[in-house]
């Protein structure tokens, strides 16, 4: 029996603020800097400049590197990333591009689809020596796909991910423009990763590219996957059906049920889930715990507008 809204939001709480590390863990991503209108207002926004929002709020030493237009929605873009706590400093400026707007479309379930303009901003991030020296130092570090669909950010991503201490690639396939394929641009940066996170249709995809069984239970999927990839841990989100979680050194597999919620939209949740996932599992939290936590705080956020609330 899944919990009920009120135990989900008192669950997401826990998730949220329970971590207390000795010392905090310096968290980098690195991506696109856009900004998300909605039905219901206009949101800075990117999946990997929401982990490092959410990152901050659970505590950890977030910096965030994209690139934004002379603007003032890039001039914007910054000014609310310091007031949420998360370092500026590695976010470069494009005079010649305009910093990034997306069309988000919500539909009667609270499900989005997106319309993002091409190109901005962030498809231009440049490997500049301050990344790259942040990418050794950082505890982690975090990407996702759309901002390898320019090929000036996917080169800097692409050197990122072989100076990375540990590399947490959350998939989450957007639209592309014509002509770009998303296996192209996201199989080489499966290998190699501190965790890997996709949902079950991604799954389902990149089962296709390697032609692996897509009769496959869960668990077993995400071993077949895995035993392909590599990752230290490989997640898969499941929506109101909640997450499973392979670990390549026992290749055990934990799951966390789903936690009934009244959704208002879905629009960063699952960004909510991948920084309280990576801060739990920096912190030692065993993986089973941690993907709990995160399901509970991805969940909690599902209940708000936009994708970084603030954590109560």
């Not at 669950?11 to 329970?18: D, F, T």
């Not at 009667?108 to 190109?119: K, L, R, S, V, W």
């Not at 841990?233 to 909640?242: A, C, E, I």
């Not at 739990?280 to 715990?289: I, R």
């Given at each position: 029996?899944?919990?009920s ?5 008192a ?8 971590l207390?590390?000795s ?12 900004f ?6 206009v ?16 505590g ?7 690139a934004?237009?002379?603007d003032?929605l ?7 990333l310091?007031t ?6 590695l976010?470069?400026t ?11 479309i919500?539909d ?12 901005s901003?962030?498809?231009?991030i ?16 975090v990407?996702?796909?759309?901002a390898?669909?320019g090929?000036g ?10 100076e990375s ?7 989450n396939?957007r ?10 641009l ?5 290998a ?9 249709d ?11 069984d897509?009769?496959?239970?869960l668990?077993?999927a995400?071993?077949q ?7 230290t ?10 997450a ?13 049920p789903?936690?009934a919620?009244?959704v208002v ?9 991948t920084?309280?996932l990576?801060c ?10 941690a ?12 209940t708000?507008?936009?994708a ?5």
């Open positions: 029996r899944r919990p809204v009120t135990q989900a939001l669950l997401s709480a826990v998730g949220a603020h329970a207390a590390p010392s905090p863990h310096r968290v980098l991503a690195v991506g696109e800097t856009l998300d209108s909605l039905p219901n207002g949101y800075l926004g990117g999946a990997p400049l929401n982990v490092a929002v959410h990152c901050s709020q659970l950890a030493v977030a910096s965030y590197a994209s934004v237009g002379d003032q890039g001039r914007d873009a910054r000014r609310r310091e949420a706590g998360v370092d500026t400093t976010i470069q494009r005079a010649e591009l305009e910093t990034g707007f997306v069309t988000c919500i009667a379930c609270g499900d989005a689809t997106y319309e993002i303009a091409h190109p901003a962030w498809d231009d440049h490997a500049e020596p301050a990344l790259l020296s942040a990418a050794r130092s950082f505890d982690a570090c990407h996702g796909s759309l390898l669909r090929e950010s996917a080169a800097t991503i692409r050197g990122i991910a072989g201490a540990k590399r947490v690639f959350d998939v396939l639209p592309l423009p014509d002509g770009v394929e998303a296996r192209d996201v199989e080489p940066l499966l190699g990763c501190y965790v890997v996170k996709m949902n079950e991604e799954l389902a995809i990149v089962q296709q590219w390697w032609g692996l897509a009769t496959a239970g668990a077993d995400l071993r996957l895995n035993e392909r990839i590599g990752a841990y490989l997640v898969v989100t499941r929506g109101g059906d909640g499973a979680l392979v670990d390549r050194e026992s290749g055990t597999v934990v799951e966390s789903g936690v919620v009244d939209d879905t629009v960063g949740s699952g960004d909510s889930f920084a309280r990576l739990g599992l920096l912190d030692g939290e065993a993986p089973g715990e993907l709990a936590a995160a399901t509970a705080l991805g969940s909690w956020v599902a708000r507008a936009g970084t609330p603030k954590h109560d």
